[in-house]
């Protein structure tokens, strides 16, 4: 396995923790912004992630609600968006972060699922008291 080369840069570190929920969520994005001519269909994201096909429409559906890709059509169509400029920067950024730093921005997108797993674990268990 290649050497990493420095740590995650802070502008991907913050957009994972604010706007990337789950690992397919991540892999969406990157798939579409990898081959921005095509326009998928939830059943085509899902084959190409391994991931059931409610799954790809539900995780792309809340990436269009976040303006990260668009959706067009019925069935609903999905793509990247071409714009603004700094989008695909980011894009670029994270697709070359994950690529070299595939383990810790996993372990990243995870630690925040925990967090709010345990967040609500602890609220729930200070209402029983």
Do not use: N
Request: charged residues 30%.
């Amino acid at each position: 396995m290649p050497e990493m080369e420095g740590p995650i840069p802070d502008g991907v570190r913050r957009f994972i923790l604010t706007s990337i929920p789950t690992v397919p969520h991540l892999e969406t994005m990157l798939l579409l912004w990898r081959e921005p001519g095509d326009a998928w269909t939830a059943d085509v994201i899902a084959s190409r992630l391994y991931v059931p096909t409610a799954m790809a429409q539900a995780v792309a559906d809340e990436l269009c609600e976040a303006e990260i890709i668009q959706c067009e059509g019925e069935p609903r169509r999905y793509r990247c968006r071409r714009e603004p400029d700094s989008l695909l920067a980011l894009c670029a950024a994270v697709d070359q972060a994950y690529a070299r730093h595939l383990r810790e921005i996993t372990a990243l997108i995870h630690s925040r699922v925990d967090r709010k797993a345990h967040r609500f674990a602890e609220a729930f268990s200070l209402r029983k008291k």
